[in-house]
């Protein structure tokens, strides 16, 4: 079982606090259609046999597409790719493109899963990190996508959004909840230095995220969460019973994954490979039939500690025996010493040869993770 994902690198407008590759003209969006769909018949041999139970459209800002411009990229997947009976086909929308006309294009694509970028309901930080949408846009594309036949919504929110209290975020759970999406994915603001925030951060205008603010809002969500009965299956989603993202699961479980577009990443169990993260070059290589890519080369190393910080952000845990066998490596031996005096702290347990860590451990998650990493032999 493999993944296929679609990048469809154009937005409206430049978010504040977004590092993603994307272009704001939307001029080449056709020519950008076509290319896909032209990278999608070039790899149709990337992932072997294997058949794809998922497939992605990130960006960028997907639900900028047409009617006609999905039309021509679904014929080309089911003509090129052995797609499974029960697919699951996701695409990323921003809410004031959801109106319904667009969603009942995209249904009648095949799109079964719609990822909504809502981030908050609340207009003052709707504002404040550039979104382009408004809080009652966002709730009522959650309704028309449920009137338009939708029965798989996650939506993303945003918490750490600076504040004198938790209030704004206790609201924003609220709503969420009331819309009872069947998937949440939540992420903490970060101020990377590509941004217009991180812009702010080096003149001063604004300051970095208070770490002890955003550990109390994580804290509020996992409550919320855990007493809505949404579990969480990693540290940043959370999902009803049955409802994990697919395409998510398959980058931390290790599967295969062919990405098209541009920036979009590849991995076929022997090698990865990224595209140019560039819409000119892109389009001008694909133009001259040459899909502009780098490979790109772990060492044994890199990938057992892509796979200590990737597994260890899950509720099935890192595995020892995937990590003894596949890479001869063992971490309880390892890392014995510190892996008693973290057990000790209530950071992480051990259940059935799996490493998992507890809500106190996930707060700590990266640098746990970072702590266990192993390191090259001289
Ligand atoms: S957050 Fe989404 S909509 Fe905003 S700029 Fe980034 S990719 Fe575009």
Redesign the pocket.
């Known amino acids: 079982m493999a993944g296929l994902y679609l990048h469809v690198p154009f ?5 504040h ?2 590092d ?1 590759h ?1 272009t704001q003209s939307l001029k080449q969006i056709d020519e950008m259609v076509d290319a896909l769909c032209l990278e999608l018949e070039m790899q149709s041999e990337f992932l072997g046999k294997d058949s794809i139970y998922t497939i992605y459209f990130g ?3 997907p639900s900028l597409l047409e009617h006609q411009h999905l039309k021509k990229i679904m014929k080309v997947i089911q003509y090129e790719y052995d797609l499974a009976s029960n697919i699951e086909i996701t695409l ?1 929308a ?1 809410p004031d493109d959801l109106s319904p006309e667009r969603l009942e294009a995209f249904y009648s694509n095949g799109i079964n899963r719609l990822s909504i ?1 809502i981030q908050s309901f609340h207009n003052e930080n709707l504002e404040w990190m550039n ?2 949408h408004t809080g009652d846009e966002a709730i009522e594309a959650v309704l028309n996508a449920r009137q338009a036949g939708f029965e798989n919504i996650s939506i993303d929110l945003i918490y750490a959004v600076p504040a004198v209290d938790h209030s704004i975020w206790e609201a924003d759970l609220k709503q969420a909840i009331r819309l009872r999406p069947e998937h949440i994915s939540s992420y903490c603001l970060t101020i990377e230095p590509r941004t217009a925030f991180g812009k702010w951060l080096e003149k001063g205008r604004i300051q970095e995220i208070d770490e002890d603010f955003a550990a109390e809002q994580f804290e509020i969500l996992l409550d919320t969460m855990y007493r809505h009965g949404y579990d969480q299956y990693e540290i940043s989603n959370f999902a009803q019973p049955g409802y994990e993202s697919r395409h998510n699961s398959a980058y931390w479980k290790d599967e295969k994954y062919l990405g098209i577009g541009p920036s979009a990443h590849s991995y076929n169990g022997k090698f990865r490979k990224a595209n140019v993260a560039n819409n000119a070059k892109y389009l001008k290589g694909m133009e001259e039939g040459k899909i502009p890519f780098e490979v790109i080369t772990l060492s044994r190393e890199d990938q057992i500690n892509e796979y200590i910080l990737t597994s260890l952000r899950t509720k099935w845990g890192c595995s020892l025996d995937l990590l003894k066998e596949k890479y001869g490596v063992d971490l309880l031996m390892e890392h014995r010493d510190y892996l008693n005096k973290i057990s000790l702290q209530d950071l992480i347990y051990e259940d059935e040869r799996h490493l998992i860590l507890t809500d106190s451990g996930k707060l700590l998650a990266d640098k746990l993770a970072s702590d266990l990493f192993i390191e090259a032999e001289e």
Not at 11 to 15: E, G, L, R
């Open positions: 937005c409206k407008k430049a978010c606090y977004c993603f994307f960006g960028g800002t990323e921003n970028g979104r382009q």
